[in-house]
C-alpha cells in the first residue's frame, strides 16, 4: 500500500487543521491506520491509531481531547482533526499502515511521506 499525507499548514495556537493519509490499494480497509509526529531534533513519536473498521481508536496524552481520528474506506482515506493546536504541536506529521498496527514506529510497514505542521504562538 502506499501513502500520500497531506493538510498540513501554518496555524496560530488555537487553530485547527485536518489532515488526511490516502492510501492506494485494494486492501487499504483492512489496515490498521496510525499517525506519528516528529519535531525538529526529537524522536518520532506516536499520536493516534484507528482500526480496520473505525470503531476503536487511541491517543497519546498530550493530543487527547484535542485530535480525532476517523477513516472513510470507500475514499481509501484517513483523517486526523486537530483542533485547539499549540505551538508544541508543530511538527512533521506521518501516518502508517500495516495490518496489525499499534504504538510504536515498527508496528508499521508502510509509511507516508510526511506533511508539516507549524503552530504560531
Known amino acids: 500500500v502506499q501513502l500520500q499525507a497531506s493538510g498540513g499548514g501554518l496555524v496560530q495556537a488555537g487553530g485547527s487543521l485536518r489532515l488526511s493519509c490516502a492510501a492506494s490499494g485494494r486492501t487499504f480497509s483492512s489496515y490498521v491506520v496510525g499517525w506519528f509526529r516528529q519535531a525538529p531534533g526529537k524522536e518520532r513519536e506516536f499520536v493516534s491509531t484507528?482500526?480496520?473498521?473505525?470503531?476503536?481508536?487511541s491517543y497519546a496524552d498530550s493530543v487527547k481531547g484535542r485530535f480525532t481520528i476517523s477513516r472513510d474506506n470507500a475514499k481509501n482515506t484517513v483523517y486526523l482533526q486537530m483542533n485547539s493546536l499549540k505551538p508544541e504541536d508543530t511538527a512533521v506529521y506521518y501516518c502508517?499502515?500495516?495490518?496489525?498496527?499499534?504504538?510504536?514506529?515498527?508496528?508499521?510497514?508502510?509509511w507516508g511521506q510526511g506533511t508539516q505542521v507549524t503552530v504560531s504562538s
Open positions: 502508517a499502515a500495516d495490518f496489525r498496527g499499534g504504538r510504536g514506529i515498527n508496528d508499521y510497514d508502510y
Open positions: 484507528i482500526d480496520w473498521s473505525g470503531g476503536s481508536a
